[in-house]
């Protein structure tokens, strides 16, 4: 039985994009994306979503609040039967008592190494900017499950990718993506959902 796969996105949704395609080519045997589900309006990544023909919804955080967003989106994934849940680019921060409800079951990618350039106020071009401004020459992507501590369960996936001079927060963040984001994601989901069928 594929094991069933919801993402969480909250903006171009690139990663997802890399997903989609990863699960197009054959590249994620054990899993099937069922559903894709953005905490913010108007993301770009549910367009994504619906032309790769999956279902994708809004549930906005901002007019839910946590505890309605976190209630709803339990709806929604159990509806859908989840079994694996990956943050792609989901910039709010999943409250303690729902990453309780799914141990070892949620994924995230984060743009750095960790624990370079991680935890509380590290999203998007902030990781990057920081990374610019503290000289390091070398930077990458984590994919780490999630448990209650923000950018702080176990690391699965890791690629180092070189800063080059002349880099800016928006193409080091480019780079990262390409050499080391949308290669690690789908990887490491069809590790998770192979693990799962075993289970
Ligand atoms: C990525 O850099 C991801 O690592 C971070 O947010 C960005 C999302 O990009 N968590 P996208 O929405 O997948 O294009």
Not at 69 to 88: G, H, N, P, T
Not at 134 to 148: D, P
Not at 184 to 191: D, H, K, M
Request: charged fraction near 20%; proline fraction near 5%; charge should be negative.
């Amino acid at each position: 039985m594929l094991k069933r796969v919801a993402v969480l996105v909250s903006g171009g949704g690139t990663n997802l994009e890399a997903l989609l395609n990863a699960q197009e080519s054959g590249r994620i045997p054990h899993g099937e994306i069922v559903l894709a589900v953005s905490g913010t309006a108007g993301a770009y990544a549910v367009e994504r979503a619906k032309k790769h023909g999956v279902p994708a919804l809004t549930l906005s955080r901002k007019e839910l609040g946590q505890e309605g967003f976190e209630d709803a989106l339990s709806a929604c994934l159990k509806e859908y039967r989840v079994d694996l849940i990956v943050l792609a680019g989901f910039l709010s921060i999943l409250s303690a008592s729902f990453v309780a409800q799914w141990p070892e079951r949620i994924v995230n990618i984060h743009p750095s190494l960790i624990p370079a350039f991680c935890g509380k106020g590290f999203y998007g071009l902030r990781v990057h900017e920081a990374a610019l401004s503290r000289g390091v020459k070398l930077t990458g992507a984590t994919v780490h499950l999630v448990n209650e501590i923000p950018d702080g369960g176990r690391i699965l996936l890791q690629k180092a990718v070189e800063i080059s001079p002349g880099d800016t927060p928006e193409i080091l963040q480019r780079r990262v993506m390409e050499q080391a984001e949308w290669e690690l994601l789908p990887r490491a989901v069809e590790a998770l959902c192979e693990q799962l069928t075993q289970e």
